[in-house]
């Protein structure tokens, strides 16, 4: 079967992870306990480095706009400033303790939090270097990122976790390393990824024409809006029952 209705428009292909790439249940039981359970004593060891430095900078900044977060300030530790019935007062800067409580609050309600993702991805990395973490990926995966680089096609992916972590995920995977076949790695640093605005600078980033782009995501919202931006688009269903979606649906790479 051809890629798309006509298969010389398609120069690239952009990849979600979760629920495309990999299972669901990898993310939720695995890679999120993991650094779950590693936090507090991750951000008390690292808090000086330049990247972990940065991202509480950046988590601090997402703090001060997160109206829902500042509503429910008693779920983060009390400072001497803060009277009863008061708004907690941002710290200056977040200390580790304090970061830990913001972050579980984000992994408690799954916030697609660029500074949570940039911590996770780090804390990730002694896993998947020491090799007790491997990226769970679809048997179909490989073969397909193999055909389409035969074929000439970028290959890009585009998730919510941290370029850092996805490079980790394809290059200790269960099938191998996939690193090689993959041209691009990118997260929500460019834009969110139910915003068209994301699609757009994605395709500039790439340097390709949005009409031959192809997103494949297991969210309808986020393909919505790649099409809106010019892409094309699928709907991966991996043994679920299809949602309602305007995209063409596929339920393994096979099939592309």
């Known amino acids: 079967m051809s890629l798309v209705g006509d298969i010389d428009t398609v120069r690239g292909v952009v990849l979600d992870i ?6 669901v249940s990898f ?7 993991y650094a779950r359970e590693r936090l507090g004593r991750f951000l008390a060891s690292h808090q ?15 703090w001060l706009a997160d109206t829902e ?16 019935g008061s708004a907690l007062p941002a710290p ?9 409580q913001y972050l579980e609050w984000l992994m408690d309600r799954d916030r697609k939090s660029t500074a949570l993702k940039i911590i996770q991805g780090e804390i990730w990395r002694g896993g998947f270097e020491s090799g007790v973490l491997r ?17 000439g096609r970028l290959i890009a992916i585009y998730s919510s976790g941290s370029a850092a972590a996805q490079r980790l995920l394809f290059g200790h995977s269960t099938r191998g390393d996939l690193t ?24 500039r980033a790439l340097e390709i024409h949005t009409n031959a782009l192809l ?10 809006a790649a099409r809106d931006a010019g892409f094309q688009t699928r709907l991966c269903v991996r043994g679920d029952a299809a949602p309602p979606s305007t995209s063409k649906i596929i339920c393994s790479f096979d099939e592309l």
């Open 215 to 224: 997103f494949i995501s297991d969210v309808d919202a986020e393909l919505v």
């Open 135 to 151: 990226g769970d990926v679809y048997a179909d995966v490989r073969p397909a990122l193999e055909r389409w680089r035969a074929a």
């Open 180 to 203: 090689p076949f993959i041209n691009a790695y990118i997260d929500t640093n460019i834009g969110h990824k139910r915003s068209t605005d994301s699609y757009t600078a994605i395709a």
């Open 27 to 33: 993310v939720y039981d695995v890679l999120f306990p």
């Open 48 to 62: 000086d480095g330049d990247t972990i430095r940065d991202a509480l900078e950046l988590l601090q900044s997402e």
């Open 18 to 23: 979760e629920g495309t790439t990999t299972p």
């Open 92 to 100: 200056p800067p977040f200390d580790s303790s304090y970061a830990s």
């Open 69 to 84: 977060a500042q509503a429910d300030a008693g779920h983060l530790v009390s400072h001497p400033e803060r009277s009863e």
